[in-house]
């Protein structure tokens, strides 16, 4: 049997990380079984759902690179299908008509809490049986499951272990509303039937739905899928992850400077793991998930951890790659990569540097842009009269230079230490301030062959320009 998986977001907002994770361990574990992932939108919520939403949930996934091989399917567009079932339900006595006002049922509940008894829809209660017997043909009703009154469900959670419910504590369900639209618990039911999933991956918020779901299956004569439900995610105070631990939405993620396969292998571990490996290959993902090696304990969200995985995909990807994802951060940072170096030799130099692509676009500005003032920390601190001499010999060598390699730079760096009898800081420092116009940067050699002999010779001058006016206003 084919493994089919799915995930069923209801567009309510943004693609959240609890979601994410979701959708990724689904997809994993289709692709580790050669299944197939289908996407299906609950959007029966009209008040809360939005066209946005499902767009930004789409964009998340796409982000992320979770292609589903089905879909997306909107349960808006199943209401037929779903009361057409309704109605087989109906027709073979496994659900029926309630008319039992809201009034009515709350009236019962008061009583039944006022009598401390479990609050529940109680079909033979004396006064809902009066208001069905009264009730005609015609008059406004629900449709409620007839859940089965005896023994127990039992299912083997691929992360819990065995559940087991017992039936008393379930009610008559409605499964479709006096307007006439079913329910969410039952579409549920009916799309997982109808396609195909044999493994449901949610989050552990719906494992209270599970045993009346399962009820409704068997009513249908539909087989029952397994079962995974996944612990939450917590943010580092203990809460449940919200918005005010921080970012919460993937495309928020991409838009902080993460590479999508940073996030994928910070999520798969969080709550997963493979003996103490850390770091995943999309396809050692595939081929080493799997469910019972999920936590049954909730997981903090580590920012830190983020980070460190983002500098290493940074640091290992295709430069190429690494370009594709930092164009956005140029485009948004209006930084035009036209007139300078290969962005792929820059990112080779730099990547390592950096935790996210946000500061990678910010630290290769100098690279394409000139600069009108040198940063004044490091210029207060570097550009004094006593760097005077070295860049004067230092602009020199760099303009006799003839083939432009970072060996040779490193050689007319060391040429000038040697000839001025003066050590390696005195120049290194000054001349990185003055072709970067600050004083942090990669190996400065390879930054000015980066940057290129022209504008290293103009910024050199700069440098000079700079310190003989600080020492003409002293
Ligand atoms: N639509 C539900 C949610 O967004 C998921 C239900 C399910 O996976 O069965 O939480």
């Given at each position: 049997m084919t493994v089919k998986t799915r995930f069923a977001p209801s567009p309510t907002g943004y693609l959240h990380v609890g979601g994410a994770r979701t959708a990724l361990y689904s997809w994993l574990y289709?692709?580790?079984?050669?299944?197939?992932?289908?996407?299906?939108?609950?959007?029966?919520?009209?008040e809360r759902n939005s066209q946005e939403a499902v767009d930004a949930i789409m964009e998340g996934m796409e982000w992320l690179g979770l292609e589903w091989n089905e879909g997306p399917y909107f349960q808006t567009?199943?209401?037929?299908?779903?009361?057409?079932?309704?109605?087989?339900?109906?027709?073979?006595?496994?659900?029926?008509?309630?008319?039992?006002?809201?009034?009515?049922?709350?009236?019962?509940?008061?009583?039944?809490?006022?009598?401390?008894?479990?609050?529940?829809?109680?079909?033979?209660?004396?006064?809902?049986?009066?208001?069905n017997d009264a009730a005609k043909d015609g008059d406004p009703c629900v449709i409620r499951f007839r859940n089965p009154k005896e023994g127990s469900v039992?299912?083997?959670?691929?992360?819990?272990?065995?559940?087991?419910?017992?039936?008393?504590?379930?009610?008559?369900?409605?499964?479709?509303?006096t307007d006439g639209s079913p329910t969410y618990n039952f579409c549920v039911v009916v799309d997982d039937w109808d396609m195909e999933i044999t493994h449901v991956i949610r989050?552990?918020?719906?494992?209270?739905?599970?045993?009346?779901?399962?009820?409704?299956?068997?009513?249908?004569?539909?087989?029952?899928?397994?079962?995974?439900?996944?612990?939450?995610?917590?943010?580092?105070?203990?809460?449940k992850l919200s918005k005010r631990h921080g970012a919460v939405s993937v495309m928020q993620y991409r838009d902080m400077g993460y590479l999508p396969e940073a996030l994928n292998n910070y999520l798969v571990r969080l709550g997963w793991s493979h003996g103490d490996q850390e770091i995943f290959s999309q396809e050692?993902?595939?081929?080493?998930?799997?469910?019972?090696?999920?936590?049954?304990?909730?997981?903090?969200?580590?920012?830190d951890k983020l980070l460190w995985?983002?500098?290493?995909?940074?640091?290992?990807?295709?430069?190429?790659?690494?370009?594709?994802?930092?164009?956005?951060?140029?485009?948004?940072?209006?930084?035009?990569?036209e007139n300078g170096p290969a962005i792929t030799e820059v990112i080779k130099l730099v990547g390592e540097r950096c935790?996210?692509?946000?500061?990678?676009?910010?630290?290769?500005?100098?690279?394409?842009?000139?600069?009108?003032?040198?940063?004044?920390?490091?210029?207060?601190?570097?550009?004094?009269?006593?760097?005077?001499?070295?860049?004067?010999?230092?602009?020199?060598?760099?303009?006799?230079?003839?083939?432009?390699?970072?060996?040779?730079?490193?050689?007319?760096?060391?040429?000038?230490?040697?000839?001025l009898e003066i050590g390696m800081g005195k120049i290194g420092m000054p001349l990185r301030v003055a072709v970067t116009g600050?004083?942090?940067?990669?190996?400065?050699?390879?930054?000015?062959?980066?940057?290129?002999?022209?504008?290293?010779?103009?910024?050199?001058?700069?440098?000079?320009?700079?310190?003989?006016e600080r020492e003409a206003n002293a």
């Open positions: 289709a692709k580790h079984n050669k299944g197939e992932f289908v996407l299906r939108i609950e959007d029966t919520d009209l567009q199943r209401f037929d299908r779903y009361n057409e079932m309704v109605d087989v339900l109906l027709a073979q006595d496994k659900a029926y008509k309630c008319y039992a006002s809201k009034e009515l049922l709350d009236e019962v509940r008061a009583e039944q809490e006022a009598n401390k008894e479990m609050a529940r829809y109680d079909a033979n209660h004396p006064k809902i049986k009066a208001a039992v299912f083997d959670d691929q992360i819990r272990g065995r559940i087991e419910i017992s039936n008393s504590q379930m009610d008559d369900l409605i499964i479709r509303r989050g552990e918020d719906h494992i209270n739905n599970t045993p009346r779901q399962i009820n409704i299956y068997e009513a249908l004569g539909a087989p029952v899928p397994t079962f995974a439900h996944c612990a939450m995610i917590l943010g580092d105070d203990g809460a050692e993902m595939i081929e080493f998930f799997s469910l019972n090696a999920i936590s049954k304990s909730a997981s903090a969200f580590n920012t995985l983002n500098n290493h995909y940074i640091k290992t990807s295709e430069p190429e790659y690494v370009a594709k994802h930092l164009q956005w951060h140029l485009d948004q940072q209006a930084l035009n990569i935790n996210t692509l946000v500061e990678l676009a910010e630290q290769i500005r100098y690279f394409y842009e000139d600069f009108a003032e040198f940063e004044a920390g490091a210029a207060k601190k570097h550009l004094r009269g006593v760097a005077k001499e070295p860049l004067e010999v230092a602009l020199a060598k760099v303009e006799a230079i003839e083939e432009w390699t970072t060996e040779n730079l490193h050689q007319m760096i060391a040429d000038v230490c040697a000839d600050g004083g942090q940067s990669p190996s400065v050699d390879a930054v000015m062959q980066l940057i290129g002999k022209a504008r290293c010779v103009a910024r050199i001058k700069m440098a000079l320009a700079f310190i003989a």
